[in-house]
């Protein structure tokens, strides 16, 4: 695997650094003045605590899929409750990019398992983050020293990989508790006690949600009275939610009349808005894959059932992949799943192509049913023919730690050379400035404009995509065409992430660059596995 972090990464962990850092010395001033407003104390040290958290796994997030990840389909950032789920999800997948978290580490399992019981808590800070910033309202003094420890505790706790240790060396100590938990909990719920006021009985409840040990596991209803909570709190949400921790593991330190029942809401989510622009060197528009794939899985499906094997065309596996369903429409979000209809005719597709074998776990991930894909695929084999059956002799034994949650060794062949290609393109991606260097004055020397974008792909300003794009659509000026043949290859040969899949169609889509067919294939399987495949140890 690499050996560096991205540049956006590095930036995102020295920001959240620096935030967490602001924030312990905000509550170590001395109060300047005494405050006509008691609820704006801390309202800043809170929310510098919140925006932390958000920056430290935005950082992790983007180092596994890039900054655009960052994004909804509208352009906008996501919001910090987004960030959070995304993170978790991330985390959760373990998928062998995100090797990096845990590199260094004895028990990789016990590491993440410490870092996701964080995620919970994580959520409603971001919540009081907004509260803070937005409208001046901070926690108790002893709430907002648990919430800063928090943050720390969880930022040392990522610097444990030898990979972002560098960057969290700064992080400031632990605040020493002036309470213990339980009295800071019994405090709250004793001014709650004799408080008649719906905002002041809001802002106690969420402090004591802020600073319990562990939350009751988490379910929308509560999460959801925690959100209007935070922004017009009503004696209904302050029932439920009390109610909810009366049946937590809590319930002693939790006295205080209840009411009516809370309401359950919905929660509209981020509506996927426009596409992107066609890329020019699709000759189809999304709709024309779209309708293709449609027919695909009709066709698919159909023969099996008549006992015959007819898997989309390989093209239309790489077309899907490197463009993803959701951006094809197929899909009207990118978490929303598909069924094992829908996806095991482009699984047995990569598997049967008898070259290099085409990205297949990426829709894996995407099927609802794997119980389902797996009867499937097993039809498939048996009319199938020899390819399909040598690469579901890799996929099977792959498949089944997946389904049964378990960690492949990083000692199986084929894990070993996936792994060991990742790091070649690495150290490829970062030898081409040199490279472009080496080739000065000679028949494979780069134009200004191809040499430009090189320095920005250095500078972590540009993706490799994007020039293979340029360079499928001829817009560099070569001496020759074996000079456009050559890094065309060189450039696939150090294509490594998900955002590169776009350029590595376009190169597959140009006869004219055959040459660097093989070499294309090879990086779409590669960044499959890395971004979708099943847990490494």
């Given at each position: 695997?690499?050996?560096?972090?991205?540049?956006?990464?590095?930036?995102?962990?020295?920001?959240?650094?620096?935030?967490?850092?602001?924030?312990?010395?905000?509550?170590?001033?001395?109060?300047?003045?005494?405050?006509?407003?008691?609820?704006?104390?801390?309202?800043?040290?809170?929310?510098?605590?919140?925006?932390?958290?958000?920056?430290?796994?935005?950082?992790?997030?983007?180092?596994?899929?890039?900054?655009?990840?960052?994004?909804?389909?509208?352009?906008?950032?996501?919001?910090?409750?987004?960030?959070?789920?995304?993170?978790?999800?991330?985390?959760?997948?373990?998928?062998?990019?995100?090797?990096?978290?845990?590199?260094?580490?004895k028990n990789p399992a016990e590491h993440i398992s410490k870092i996701l019981k964080y995620t919970p808590k994580f959520k409603l800070l971001t919540k009081s983050r907004a509260g803070g910033l937005h409208a001046g309202k901070g926690p108790s003094r002893d709430v907002c020293i648990a919430c800063v420890n928090d943050v720390i505790n969880f930022i040392n706790l990522l610097g444990e990989s030898s990979r972002i240790k560098p960057y969290t060396e700064t992080v400031p100590r632990i605040i020493a508790m002036p309470k213990s938990y339980d009295l800071i909990i019994d405090d709250l719920i004793g001014k709650m006690d004799k408080s008649t006021s719906d905002i002041d009985k809001a802002n106690m409840l969420s402090s004591i949600y802020l600073v319990i040990p562990e939350l009751p596991e988490e379910e929308p209803e509560w999460v959801q009275a925690f959100d209007r909570l935070m922004i017009s709190p009503k004696e209904t949400d302050i029932?439920?939610?009390?109610?909810?921790?009366?049946?937590?593991?809590?319930?002693?330190?939790?006295?205080?009349?209840?009411?009516?029942?809370?309401?359950?809401?919905?929660?509209?989510?981020?509506?996927?808005?426009?596409?992107?622009?066609?890329?020019?060197?699709?000759?189809?528009?999304?709709?024309?894959?779209?309708?293709?794939?449609?027919?695909?899985?009709?066709?698919?499906?159909?023969?099996?059932?008549?006992?015959?094997?007819?898997?989309?065309?390989?093209?239309?596996?790489?077309?899907?992949?490197?463009?993803?369903?959701?951006?094809?429409?197929?899909?009207?979000?990118?978490?929303?799943?598909?069924?094992?209809?829908?996806?095991?005719?482009?699984?047995?597709?990569?598997?049967?192509?008898?070259?290099?074998?085409?990205?297949?776990?990426?829709?894996?991930?995407?099927?609802?049913?794997?119980?389902?894909?797996?009867?499937?695929?097993?039809?498939?084999?048996?009319?199938?023919?020899?390819?399909?059956?040598?690469?579901?002799?890799?996929?099977?034994?792959?498949?089944?730690?997946?389904?049964?949650?378990?960690?492949?060794?990083?000692?199986?062949?084929?894990?070993?050379?996936?792994?060991?290609?990742?790091?070649?393109?690495?150290?490829?991606?970062?030898?081409?400035?040199?490279?472009?260097?080496?080739?000065?004055?000679?028949?494979?020397?780069?134009?200004?404009?191809?040499?430009?974008?090189?320095?920005?792909?250095?500078?972590?300003?540009?993706?490799?995509?994007?020039?293979?794009?340029?360079?499928?659509?001829?817009?560099?000026?070569?001496?020759?065409?074996?000079?456009?043949?050559?890094?065309?290859?060189?450039?696939?040969?150090?294509?490594?992430?998900?955002?590169?899949?776009?350029?590595?169609?376009?190169?597959?889509?140009?006869?004219?660059?055959?040459?660097?067919?093989?070499?294309?294939?090879?990086?779409?399987?590669?960044?499959?596995?890395?971004?979708?495949?099943?847990?490494?140890?």
């Open positions: 695997m690499p050996m560096y972090l991205k540049k956006d990464t590095i930036r995102l962990i020295e920001a959240s650094v620096d935030s967490i850092s602001m924030a312990v010395t905000s509550l170590g001033l001395p109060q300047r003045y005494e405050l006509r407003e008691s609820s704006s104390e801390n309202a800043i040290a809170v929310g510098l605590a919140g925006v932390s958290v958000e920056l430290a796994m935005s950082s992790i997030i983007v180092q596994a899929q890039g900054e655009q990840s960052l994004h909804l389909p509208s352009g906008y950032y996501k919001t910090g409750t987004h960030i959070v789920d995304n993170f978790r999800a991330l985390i959760t997948s373990q998928i062998p990019k995100m090797l990096f978290l845990t590199q260094g580490i029932s439920f939610l009390l109610d909810t921790l009366q049946n937590s593991k809590y319930a002693s330190l939790i006295k205080v009349a209840k009411s009516a029942d809370a309401l359950p809401v919905t929660v509209q989510k981020g509506n996927p808005n426009a596409l992107p622009i066609e890329p020019q060197y699709l000759k189809k528009s999304f709709s024309d894959i779209r309708d293709r794939w449609y027919a695909d899985r009709g066709t698919a499906n159909g023969r099996l059932d008549q006992k015959q094997f007819d898997p989309p065309p390989i093209e239309s596996v790489y077309e899907i992949f490197s463009l993803q369903f959701h951006v094809l429409q197929i899909t009207r979000s990118e978490d929303e799943l598909l069924t094992a209809t829908d996806t095991w005719p482009l699984v047995a597709a990569s598997l049967s192509y008898p070259g290099t074998l085409g990205p297949y776990w990426y829709f894996v991930r995407k099927t609802s049913d794997w119980g389902q894909m797996e009867a499937y695929i097993n039809r498939a084999v048996k009319y199938g023919g020899q390819s399909l059956r040598t690469g579901f002799k890799e996929f099977k034994p792959w498949f089944d730690a997946l389904r049964k949650g378990k960690a492949l060794p990083k000692t199986e062949e084929h894990v070993i050379k996936l792994l060991s290609e990742y790091e070649e393109t690495s150290n490829k991606r970062k030898a081409l400035t040199k490279l472009s260097e080496k080739n000065e004055k000679k028949d494979k020397a780069l134009c200004e404009n191809a040499k430009s974008d090189l320095a920005q792909v250095y500078g972590e300003e540009k993706s490799i995509g994007e020039i293979l794009i340029k360079l499928a659509e001829n817009k560099y000026a070569f001496n020759n065409d074996g000079s456009r043949s050559y890094w065309a290859r060189v450039l696939c040969e150090a294509a490594s992430e998900m955002e590169d899949s776009q350029g590595l169609l376009a190169i597959l889509k140009s006869q004219e660059l055959s040459v660097a067919h093989s070499a294309a294939r090879k990086a779409l399987r590669m960044i499959d596995f890395i971004n979708f495949g099943p847990k490494i140890e």
